[in-house]
């Protein structure tokens, strides 16, 4: 546990981060890894989702890409000038929306998906 | 002094995005199944409310950009929010596609503040700047694509393809300038305008590219925005060394470049050629608008007699398409079957992987409706039973239910897996008038001697033979 100067902020955190990955490697081969290994992950749990519930998986995927958000709240720290800090205010804005719509509309729909246990309904899946 | 330290430590922070991303991938896995997808939805919301916190911890924020941070989280409240609460099913593509273009914008802007803050030097530091540049243009893309592809979706601009001159080439053009701008700067150039022209070249790409494809092909365009946002997320994170970015973004873009592969083997194409331009590059106009070809003669019917043939089915299976969500019909739909499931008749609904304009739209649609999820059944399941099924009712689907994607060899959509509906022993068709579907191809189904149409609004049919089959 490294401590870390407050003032220095975002810049001392990215090096912090570096270091600890300049022990073992390059960060970059690090960062590349992990990039690699989370591509892995998305094919093998997107596999299996069915048909039915494609949308919500895309609007939840959607939410979860709303992640921009931080890095907003990231760069907003090292940010100078007006001009920087009004598009990193809009960016801010902008993943806002992106996560709390994404996730919001996400829940909206799957609590539609439902199995009745109606009477009415004919037995399910007679054709297995 | 040591308890704030702890929280501020980069460990800490690094722990806290490693819950995070644990919690997405849960999150998304439950999003397998119906009985899970609630809970795993919440559990990726958590994972991101832990994400920021962490992130908002973290040392180097002052009183004043806490003061931007909430200006910005806040309008973006405001306007996520309703939004999001609002929105008519119905509507949920467009939806999707703003929710995504906003994410890529937020990468783009962010990307050129960055820019900004080194100074425009980006020389000094590849690692830095090739993923600064890359998510750029990605982002930028993303953004513009998105934001074309909701007002196609919304009606504000024409959803039928839009040809553009030597199309290809200038999207290429488009792209090497984007290209070519971000390499400059990469070799020490530390001009601003050179960065803008970088987005501004893939914001033109990005209202090119999505502008020529049909409203049909929209699943196809929505998911490969996605996997678009994701990437670029993924990019910035390489930029910011944050783990967080990189393994989010990146599990969308894979996620999405899978999901755009699977609707693209639903309608048989590559993925390069439904972004290349729709089905106006493979000119169906040629075959025949007038249907010479297909000849026949079209058997009009009513409501009432659509009513008796179905209170005689013992097996009816629905065919929504996109004319079902434009007439908002699904619940009339549902009342329809439940009248038909009051008189001992099975009811089952043929969903195509494409139908409508998103992936599983038809699904959230009839979900809406409070159909019960098993009784949607993916094309596979479904195509085996259309031989026993008495009356197949197609509600507002054209293109997925042509025959001529098995039988026609030169047909635009030949090969194109499609619901085998002509199998069944009778077959209505619920349409507003005789005009062809999206791909503007003519459907021999219409001409078959087993259908019958019934011209009208979907809706309001579908009403008319509800109340039919109450006096029946």
């Known amino acids: 546990m490294s401590s870390v100067d407050p003032a220095a902020g975002w810049t001392a955190y990215a090096e912090t981060a570096a270091e600890t990955a300049a022990e073992t490697g390059s960060p970059l081969l690090t960062e590349l890894a992990i990039l690699v290994l989370a591509a892995f992950v998305g094919f093998q749990v997107i596999s299996k989702v069915p048909n039915t519930l494609h949308t919500p998986l895309m609007s939840g995927t959607n939410a979860i890409h709303g992640i921009v958000l931080l890095g907003g709240l990231v760069a907003i720290a090292h940010a100078d000038g007006v001009l920087s800090r009004f598009l990193l205010v809009v960016a801010i804005a902008f993943g806002t929306i992106n996560v709390i719509g994404g996730f919001l509309v996400t829940d909206r729909m799957l609590s539609m998906f439902k199995r009745k246990p109606e009477p009415a309904a004919p037995a399910k899946d007679a054709d297995a | ?472």
């Open chain 2, 1 to 472: 002094m040591t308890s704030i330290a702890f929280i501020q430590d980069v460990n800490f922070i690094n722990a806290s995005y490693v819950v995070a991303f644990s919690l997405f991938i849960v999150g998304l896995a439950k999003l397998t199944s119906p009985t899970t997808a609630v809970q795993g939805n919440k559990l990726a919301a958590l994972g991101m409310l832990i994400a920021v916190v962490a992130t908002l911890l973290a040392p180097g924020l002052d009183g004043s950009d806490f003061a931007l941070i909430a200006i910005g989280v806040i309008v973006g409240t405001a306007i996520g929010i309703p939004s999001a609460l609002n929105v008519k099913m119905t509507a949920m593509p467009q939806m999707v596609a703003l929710f995504n273009g906003v994410g890529g914008g937020a990468v783009a802007l962010i990307a050129w503040s960055e820019f900004r803050g080194l100074g425009g030097d980006l020389s000094g530091d590849l690692e830095f700047g090739i993923p600064l540049v890359f998510a750029a243009i990605i982002g930028s893309i993303s953004f513009w694509g998105s934001n074309i592809a909701f007002g196609k979706l919304q009606g504000l601009i024409s959803g039928s393809p839009v040809k553009i001159p030597a199309g290809l080439f200038v999207n290429i053009a488009l792209l090497a300038v984007a290209i070519g701008a971000g390499v400059a700067i990469l070799l020490g150039s530390e001009s601003e305008g050179l960065f803008v022209l970088i987005l501004v070249a893939a914001a033109v790409l990005g209202n090119l590219a999505v502008l020529p494809i049909g409203g049909a092909d929209m699943p196809v365009v929505i998911s490969t925005l996605n996997a678009f946002t994701g990437l670029s997320a993924a990019a910035m994170g390489l930029a910011l060394d944050n783990y967080a970015l990189i393994v989010a973004g990146m599990i969308v873009g894979a996620s999405g470049t899978i999901l755009t592969d699977q609707m693209a083997k639903a309608m048989n194409r590559s993925i390069g050629s439904v972004l290349l331009g729709g089905f106006g590059g493979e000119a169906p106009a040629a075959s025949g608008p007038d249907g010479s070809e297909t000849g026949g003669t079209v058997r009009s019917t009513s409501a009432a007699d659509v009513a008796i043939l179905l209170a005689y089915a013992r097996l009816v299976v629905v065919v929504p398409g996109y004319g079902m969500a434009v007439a908002q019909a699904q619940h009339t739909v549902r009342e329809m079957a439940k009248a038909l499931e009051k008189k001992g008749i099975e009811v089952k609904y043929a969903i195509h992987p494409v139908a409508g304009r998103m992936p599983g739209h038809m699904n959230v649609l009839l979900a809406e409706a409070d159909v019960p999820y098993d009784q949607l059944k993916e094309m596979d399941d479904i195509n085996g039973e259309f031989g026993r099924t008495d009356v197949s009712l197609v509600i507002g689907a054209n293109d997925v239910t042509n025959p001529d994607a098995r039988m026609k060899p030169d047909s635009p959509i030949y090969g194109m897996p499609i619901l085998n509906v002509d199998e069944s022993k009778q077959v209505i068709v619920l349409k507003r008038s005789m005009a062809s579907g999206f791909a503007g191809i003519e459907n021999p189904l219409f001409y078959n001697d087993k259908t019958q149409m019934l011209f009208g609004d979907a809706k309001s049919s579908v009403a008319e033979i509800t109340s039919e089959l109450g006096q029946l």
